[in-house]
C-alpha cells in the first residue's frame, strides 16, 4: 500500500459534518459498507479548526538541505535562508492543495537530493514534473535556478504553487504548465520528478529527453519492489546508472548524465 491509512490492518477514522441529521445519514450508508462498524455520534463543542491545524502543522527539518515551514512559523529571515553558499535554505509552502509540505520521505529525499545537486543547476532552468504544491520548484528557485518550470496537471492546485511561489519571493522564476514539453526549454540542467512509478514509467522518454548533457535527472515516489524495473527503462533510453537514497521506505534514483565531451 501506498498511503499510511491503507497500511493498517484497521483504521478508527472521525468525520465532522455540520448537523446531526446528516452525521446519522452518513452513519446508516457506512454501516451498510463490507468491513465498516460504528463506533458512535458525538456531539462537539465549537472549536476553532483553524487554530488547530496550524498548530498541528510545524518546521519540518530536511537533511543538506534547510527547513519547510508553513507562513505561520516563518521567521523573520523570511523565505530563502542564510543565501545560497549555506545548505539552511528555508522554503515557506502553505499546506493545502498539492502534495508536498515536507511531511512525506519522498519530498524531502528530493530536496536533499536538490541540495546536492545545486552547483549544477544555478544559473539554469529546472523541471519539476509532477509539482504539486510546488515545493520543489520552488526550492531550486531558492537555490539558485533562473527558472523552473513546475509541471502539473492537476488545474486546481495552480494558484496554490503561484501562491507559494510569492510567499517565497520567487514568483518571477516559477512557471506553471499543465502538461509537458514546456515552452521555452526543451532540455533543463535537472529534472525532479517525485511521482508514482506507473507515471514515471509512462513518461520515461520525455523525462530523460528532458535533461541537458551534464544534467542530474532525480526521480521519487518509489517503493524498494519499483527501483529495477524503472532503474532499468530509465537506463534503457540512454540515462546512466543511478545512484540510490532512502528513508522510511521510500525511494529516489539521482542520474548524473555525463558531459557532451565525455
Keep these: 500500500p501506498r498511503d499510511w491509512v491503507g497500511a493498517r490492518d484497521l483504521a478508527d ?4 459534518f455540520p448537523s446531526a441529521e446528516g452525521a446519522r445519514e452518513a452513519a446508516a450508508r457506512l454501516v451498510r459498507l463490507l468491513g465498516c462498524a ?3 455520534i458525538r456531539r462537539e463543542a465549537p472549536r476553532d479548526w483553524a487554530a488547530e491545524s496550524r498548530a498541528a502543522i510545524g518546521p519540518v527539518a530536511v537533511p543538506r538541505f534547510g527547513r519547510i515551514v ?3 512559523h516563518a521567521d523573520g529571515d523570511g523565505a530563502g535562508g542564510r543565501g545560497l553558499d549555506d545548505p539552511g535554505i528555508t522554503v515557506v509552502i502553505d499546506p ?4 508536498g509540505t515536507g511531511i512525506h ?12 545537486s545545486a552547483p549544477g543547476f544555478r544559473g539554469g532552468s ?3 514534473f509532477g509539482s504539486g504544491s510546488g515545493i520543489l520548484a520552488i526550492a531550486a528557485a531558492l ?3 533562473t527558472v ?3 509541471v502539473e496537471i492537476d488545474g486546481r492546485v495552480h494558484e496554490a504553487i503561484t501562491g507559494n511561489a510569492r510567499l517565497n519571493g520567487v514568483s518571477e522564476r516559477v512557471v506553471v504548465h499543465s502538461a509537458l514539453p514546456v515552452d521555452g526549454h526543451t532540455r533543463h540542467d535537472l529534472v525532479v520528478a517525485n511521482i508514482v512509478a506507473a507515471v514515471l514509467l509512462s513518461h520515461a522518454e520525455a523525462l530523460v529527453r528532458g535533461v541537458r548533457a551534464g544534467g542530474t535527472l532525480v526521480l521519487s515516489g518509489l517503493l524498494a519492489d519499483d527501483i529495477d524495473g524503472v532503474r532499468t527503462r530509465y537506463e534503457a533510453l540512454g540515462a546512466p546508472r543511478p545512484s540510490a537514497i532512502g528513508e522510511d521506505g521510500w525511494w529516489a534514483l539521482v542520474f548524473s548524465f555525463p558531459t557532451a565531451d565525455a
Design 13 to 16: 477514522v472521525e468525520f465532522w
Design 38 to 40: 460504528l463506533v458512535g
Design 70 to 72: 508553513p507562513p505561520w
Design 96 to 99: 493545502g492543495a498539492g502534495f
Design 105 to 116: 520521505p519522498t519530498t524531502r529525499l528530493c530536496l536533499s537530493a536538490l541540495a546536492d
Design 126 to 128: 529546472v523541471l519539476d
Design 143 to 145: 537555490l539558485g535556478a
Design 148 to 150: 523552473t518550470d513546475a
